[in-house]
Structure formats: structure tokens, C-alpha cells
T-cell receptor, first 112, second 111 residues
Framework: NAGVTQTPKFQVLKTGQSMTLQCAQD?????MYWYRQDPGMGLRLIYY???????DKGEVPNGYNVSRLNKREFSLRLESAAPSQTSVYFC???????????FGSGTRLTVV | RKEVEQDPGPFNVPEGATVAFNCTYS??????FFWYRQDCRKEPKLLMS???SGNEDGRFTAQLNRASQYISLLIRDSKLSDSATYLC????????????FGTGTRLTIIP
């Protein structure tokens, strides 16, 4: 049982480049989330999808877009990467809020 | 005021000791409460849910005080493997599937 799978694990981008972070879950969860984690800032919600076909902004959505491709997959796109987007990105999924989240292993992104 | 506040630590505790963390939350309508554990350069993992009646899982005990809006985690007989960052997590409303994470409390168990 793979749980939540994120790709890639590491990425270095130049300022202005674009990329898509992929996330897939095999637990038939309805809700999926993208967080970023920075030192001293904790986990901050970028976007989330409460169910297939819906997406909503979180706390820090600027500079990002998302796509809930189907129930399994939720991708995060950086259209024009900036150094401020250097961070560790976590995808998570949940059947319902009361069950908590299951996280992927993260993507370490550096923008130079 | 932050939605979820934790003492960042670090807490340096000798092996075998008992250690307690507290966390406060600002939204009195909060319904779901959790403690997560995060090891260095790893993803957060669910340690335990926190129920109104309190709950225990081995050496770990979690308590919820709704009147004072705080959650606690007690670790007894601490092990070296307990060294990690502990995240307090709160969910506000049923139907709103978002959870809010505290910034975490770093714990180091000293041999």
C-alpha cells in the first residue's frame, strides 16, 4: 500500500522556470492538500481539494496553481518560479477531517 | 494571535524522564485535534488523535481542555527514538476539511 506518492523528491529550478509537482494517493480519499514548510513557519496550506472537481485557495496560494485531475491525483504548478518559493512541499490526503491527514514524503525545491 | 500556538522548544530531556507539551488554539468552534510527529527531513506522521475524554496509547497520553482551549501531550519513560518535532493540529469545522498546524515543539532525548 503506497499511500501518498510525490514526485520528484528533489528539484532545482532557475528563476522564471516552470514545473509541476505531482501527487497521487491510492487510499480512495476524497480530500487532498498541498502544503509548504519553511523553517520557523510551520506547515502552510497552499491549495486544497475537498473532493474531485473542486479546488480552493489556502493561506499562501500566490504563485501557484493546482489541478485535481481525478480522485487519485492532485498536482501543483509553479508557472514562474521565484527564490521565495524555495521550500519543502508536502502533499496530503484525507477521507475526512476527523481522520487526520496522510502525508507524502515531500519535494525539496530550490529556486536559484 | 496564531490559530495554533506551541512552545518551539527545544526540550532537552534525559532518557527515561517524563515530558509534557502544551498547545493552545484560538477557535472555540474547533472540533478535531491531533498530535503529529515529524522526524528531521521527513514528512509529518499522525501520532494520535485527541478526544474530549482524553486518550492514551502506550507511553503517550493526550488531553483536551475545551474550556481553556488547550491540548496536551505527555510522554512517559522517554526513549531516544522519541526525539522529533511534535506538531499540534486543529480542525475548525465539520464540512471544512482543512487542518491548521502549529509550528512544532522540538524534543531531544539525551542518553
Amino acid at each position: 500500500n503506497a499511500g501518498v506518492t510525490q514526485t520528484p523528491k528533489f528539484q532545482v529550478l532557475k528563476t522564471g522556470q516552470s514545473m509541476t509537482l505531482q501527487c497521487a494517493q491510492d487510499m480512495n480519499h476524497n480530500s487532498m492538500y498541498w502544503y509548504r514548510q519553511d523553517p520557523g513557519m510551520g506547515l502552510r496550506l497552499i491549495y486544497y481539494s475537498a473532493s474531485e472537481g473542486t479546488t480552493d485557495k489556502g493561506e499562501v496560494p500566490n504563485g501557484y496553481n493546482v489541478s485535481r485531475l481525478n480522485k487519485r491525483e492532485f498536482s501543483l504548478r509553479l508557472e514562474s518560479a521565484a527564490p521565495s518559493q524555495t521550500s519543502v512541499y508536502f502533499c496530503a490526503s484525507s477521507p475526512r477531517q476527523v481522520n487526520g491527514y496522510t502525508f507524502g514524503s515531500g519535494t525539496r525545491l530550490t529556486v536559484v | 494571535r496564531k490559530e495554533v500556538e506551541q512552545d518551539p522548544g527545544p526540550f532537552n530531556v534525559p532518557e527515561g524522564a517524563t515530558v509534557a507539551f502544551n498547545c493552545t488554539y484560538s477557535n472555540s468552534a474547533s472540533q478535531s485535534f491531533f498530535w503529529y510527529r515529524q522526524d528531521c527531513r521527513k514528512e509529518p506522521k499522525l501520532l494520535m488523535s485527541v478526544y474530549s475524554s482524553g486518550n492514551e496509547d502506550g507511553r503517550f497520553t493526550a488531553q483536551l481542555n475545551r474550556a481553556s482551549q488547550y491540548i496536551s501531550l505527555l510522554i512517559r519513560d522517554s526513549k531516544l527514538s522519541d526525539s522529533a518535532t511534535y506538531l499540534c493540529v486543529v480542525g475548525s469545522n465539520f464540512g471544512n476539511e482543512k487542518l491548521t498546524f502549529g509550528t512544532g515543539t522540538r524534543l531531544t532525548i539525551i542518553p
